[in-house]
């Protein structure tokens, strides 16, 4: 393993915790957001249904962008973009200063997630094992961070560019010192097959990606699930109290870390396959109990496994699509693969806390928490679309006829 790809595993790793910290930044504050542009209730879910929607757009850009430019370029002006957004909409005065600067963030947010998902499974491809869910967990722990400063900024009552600013001025010039490390897959003859026609034309979108779109949407649904009616569904429904039902948001985090961080040793031993399947079966395992909770704390309890058993179906999904992709059309391919599969990361997101919200008003909570294990276990009919070869997967087919190339451009 050649030092420019350990530099370019921990720079890329450092892009995901600082996007982790960023957007943990932004949803964390929206109440503070709301009150500093007097956004009234009826108008705030359209700013926030904004973000995902343009971030899909942003995503549906980079695969038409990473055709000619590398994807490792598009990352690395899209992050500081994101960064300066966020500082944007914590520094604006007016509604339209706000609308116009989640637009940025959104569209940049899609950019950012879609390359540096491309990057990691590339990297995955040259590291022959799996690493993806290690990318995933420094995202964790970037939300983890993100979300403690920004409770402390409301404890203390920071203003919002006060309390966004120390943060963008410490990640801004990390991460693109950061970006010098980063590495790009180029293909020289083998398994570099015309993405563009097919990719473009739905020939892998539909034929291969869409069981690992479905399992991309189903995991958010769970994900926003947990984001958005945790902290409800605990005070509401289960009668905690209001600091109490704060923990299991928390919780979720940190158990999603725990889970991501040894997900790859998982996975090199029990196959992609083994481990999807068990994280669908700990996620629906997870509903189930916070359905059927007697109280609060057997309630988080169940947001515990969710944590634990959500945190792998995503970094798995974008593996499965770029080596499948890979094996088909190329690196170009694999690229326009997770750029496609990544817009329904945001499908996912738009569509689970409105579920869950209007089945909860017009049926109940609890049964609203059995819709979305319903939709994880569905992830145990597409399980084999996770399947691996291994001699296709990191040995010296991968690795025959490849270079992996730095800022200068220079093949290794």
């Given at each position: 393993?050649?030092?420019?790809?350990?530099?370019g595993?921990?720079?890329?790793?450092?892009g995901f915790?600082?996007?982790?910290?960023?957007?943990a930044?932004?949803?964390?504050?929206?109440?503070?957001?709301?009150?500093?542009?007097?956004?009234?209730?009826?108008?705030?879910?359209?700013?926030?249904?904004?973000?995902?929607?343009?971030?899909?757009?942003?995503?549906?850009?980079?695969?038409?962008?990473?055709?000619?430019?590398r994807?490792?370029?598009?990352?690395r002006w899209?992050?500081?973009?994101?960064?300066?957004?966020?500082?944007?909409?914590?520094?604006?005065?007016?509604?339209?200063?706000?609308?116009?600067?989640?637009?940025?963030?959104?569209?940049?947010?899609?950019?950012?997630?879609?390359?540096?998902?491309?990057?990691?499974?590339?990297?995955?491809?040259?590291?022959?094992r799996?690493?993806?869910?290690?990318?995933?967990?420094?995202?964790?722990?970037?939300?983890?961070?993100?979300?403690?400063?920004?409770?402390?900024?409301?404890?203390?009552?920071?203003?919002?560019?006060?309390s966004?600013?120390?943060?963008?001025?410490?990640?801004?010039?990390?991460?693109?010192?950061?970006?010098?490390?980063?590495?790009?897959?180029?293909?020289?003859?083998?398994?570099?097959?015309?993405?563009?026609?097919?990719?473009?034309?739905?020939?892998?979108?539909?034929?291969?990606?869409?069981?690992?779109?479905?399992?991309?949407?189903?995991?958010?649904?769970?994900?926003?699930?947990?984001?958005?009616?945790?902290?409800?569904?605990?005070?509401?429904?289960?009668?905690?109290?209001?600091?109490?039902?704060?923990?299991?948001?928390?919780v979720?985090?940190?158990?999603?870390?725990?889970?991501?961080?040894?997900?790859?040793?998982?996975?090199r031993?029990?196959?992609?396959?083994?481990?999807?399947?068990?994280?669908?079966?700990?996620?629906?395992?997870?509903?189930?109990v916070?359905?059927?909770?007697?109280?609060?704390?057997?309630?988080?309890?169940?947001?515990?496994?969710?944590?634990?058993?959500?945190?792998?179906?995503?970094?798995?999904?974008?593996?499965?699509?770029?080596?499948?992709?890979?094996?088909?059309?190329?690196?170009?391919?694999?690229?326009?693969?997770?750029?496609?599969?990544?817009?329904?990361?945001?499908?996912?997101?738009?569509?689970?806390?409105?579920?869950?919200?209007?089945?909860?008003?017009?049926?109940?909570?609890?049964?609203?928490?059995?819709?979305?294990?319903?939709?994880?276990?569905?992830?145990?009919?597409?399980?084999?679309?996770?399947?691996?070869?291994?001699?296709?997967?990191?040995?010296?087919?991968?690795?025959s006829?490849?270079?992996?190339?730095?800022?200068?451009?220079?093949?290794?």
């Amino acid at each position: 393993m050649t030092d420019v790809l350990r530099h370019g595993r921990a720079s890329l790793a450092f892009g995901f915790f600082a996007q982790g910290a960023a957007f943990a930044l932004l949803v964390t504050r929206i109440p503070a957001i709301q009150d500093r542009y007097g956004v009234s209730d009826a108008l705030l879910p359209a700013f926030l249904a904004a973000v995902p929607v343009l971030a899909g757009v942003g995503s549906v850009v980079t695969e038409w962008l990473v055709r000619r430019v590398r994807a490792s370029q598009v990352l690395r002006w899209s992050q500081p973009v994101v960064l300066l957004a966020l500082l944007g909409v914590g520094a604006g005065d007016r509604v339209a200063v706000l609308a116009a600067a989640l637009g940025v963030f959104g569209l940049a947010v899609g950019a950012l997630d879609a390359s540096m998902n491309m990057l990691g499974v590339s990297l995955q491809r040259a590291y022959g094992r799996s690493i993806m869910l290690g990318f995933h967990a420094a995202y964790s722990l970037g939300g983890i961070l993100g979300a403690s400063l920004a409770w402390a900024a409301a404890h203390w009552g920071l203003a919002l560019w006060v309390s966004y600013l120390p943060v963008v001025g410490v990640l801004l010039p990390a991460v693109l010192v950061a970006s010098r490390w980063y590495v790009d897959r180029q293909a020289d003859g083998e398994g570099a097959g015309d993405a563009s026609g097919a990719v473009g034309g739905g020939g892998v979108g539909f034929r291969v990606l869409l069981p690992l779109c479905l399992v991309m949407t189903f995991a958010y649904i769970g994900d926003s699930t947990v984001s958005n009616w945790s902290a409800k569904y605990l005070q509401d429904v289960l009668g905690s109290s209001e600091q109490l039902a704060t923990v299991p948001y928390n919780v979720y985090m940190v158990t999603t870390l725990l889970g991501r961080a040894v997900g790859d040793f998982g996975v090199r031993r029990l196959g992609a396959v083994v481990v999807v399947r068990g994280g669908a079966l700990t996620a629906a395992a997870g509903f189930a109990v916070v359905a059927g909770a007697p109280g609060a704390w057997v309630g988080m309890g169940g947001f515990t496994l969710l944590g634990l058993g959500l945190c792998v179906l995503v970094p798995q999904t974008f593996a499965a699509a770029g080596r499948r992709a890979f094996e088909q059309y190329g690196s170009v391919g694999s690229d326009a693969a997770v750029a496609r599969l990544n817009v329904f990361n945001y499908v996912g997101f738009l569509i689970g806390s409105p579920l869950v919200g209007a089945l909860g008003g017009a049926w109940s909570y609890r049964g609203a928490m059995l819709v979305p294990m319903v939709l994880v276990l569905v992830t145990l009919v597409y399980a084999r679309s996770f399947e691996t070869q291994p001699d296709r997967y990191g040995g010296g087919h991968e690795r025959s006829g490849t270079a992996y190339v730095g800022r200068s451009g220079n093949g290794l």
